[in-house]
């Protein structure tokens, strides 16, 4: 099955709106990575973050080791933020990456 | 700020013809990956490396082959292309375990084989 499960699978936002966006892994992880992939594809890195809290901006993760899980918060989304946000999970030590599917964002006006 | 860069940003290939695809880091990284996206979808490692001409499998690594002829750059080859490899291909890198396995990722490559 599934070894990082995203959700939504899809996300629309009126602008001003807040989104949280889950990721749950089914197996034991090292750290995880949270990615923003633009609508004409190019990737950018949001936060590495092995555990705890971490904040950008408008943007907050957290992660909890323990409870294999992992959120991204988008407070007052706008409509720059539109996209696909996908998150990755290290296993331990063994430097790979495992993709969620992603969340796709609209936000409108 | 690292700096991952690949070529060609876009090839079209035919069935069974042969398909390098590159990447260059200028970050001093040891590990470098390969990954494939299919629409709609998140990311598959296919192959990696992290030494010089060593390379490891991924997880789905059939029909493809990698070299690393130094460490800053990273070949991905499709040595009989086929219509099952259109995807959009991603090159990054990282450093050691011992700093972070934060990996950089490269702007992509769109390949479509006809």
């Known amino acids: 099955g599934q070894q990082v499960q995203q959700s939504p699978a899809s996300l629309v936002l009126q602008e001003g709106e807040n989104a949280e966006l889950q990721c749950n892994f089914s197996?034991?992880?090292?750290?995880m990575q949270w990615f923003y992939q633009r609508p004409e594809g190019s990737l950018v890195s949001l936060f590495y973050n092995p555990s705890g809290t971490k904040q950008s901006g408008r943007l907050t993760s957290t992660t909890v080791i323990k409870e294999r899980r992992s959120s991204l918060h988008i407070s007052s989304s706008q409509i720059t933020d539109s996209g696909t946000y996908l998150c990755?999970?290290?296993?331990?030590?063994?430097?790979?990456?495992?993709f969620g599917e992603g969340t796709k964002l609209t936000v409108s006006s | 700020e690292a700096a991952v860069t690949q070529s060609p940003r876009s090839k079209v290939a035919v069935t069974g013809g042969k398909v390098t695809l590159s990447c260059h880091q200028t970050?001093?990284?040891?590990?470098m990956y390969w990954y494939r996206q299919d629409t709609g979808h998140g990311l598959r490692l296919i192959h990696y490396s992290y030494v010089a001409d060593s390379t490891e499998k991924g997880d789905i690594p059939d029909g493809y082959k990698a070299s690393r002829p130094s460490q800053e750059n990273f070949s991905l080859i499709l040595e009989l292309a086929s219509l099952s490899q259109t995807a959009v291909y991603f090159c990054?890198?990282?450093?050691?375990?011992?700093?972070?396995?934060?990996?950089?990722f490269g702007p992509g490559t769109r390949l479509t084989v006809l």
């Open positions: 197996t034991s992880l090292n750290s």
């Open positions: 970050n001093n990284h040891d590990y």
């Open positions: 990054a890198s990282s450093a050691d375990w011992v700093s972070s396995y934060e990996q950089y």
């Open positions: 990755a999970m290290e296993q331990g030590g063994s430097a790979k990456l495992i």
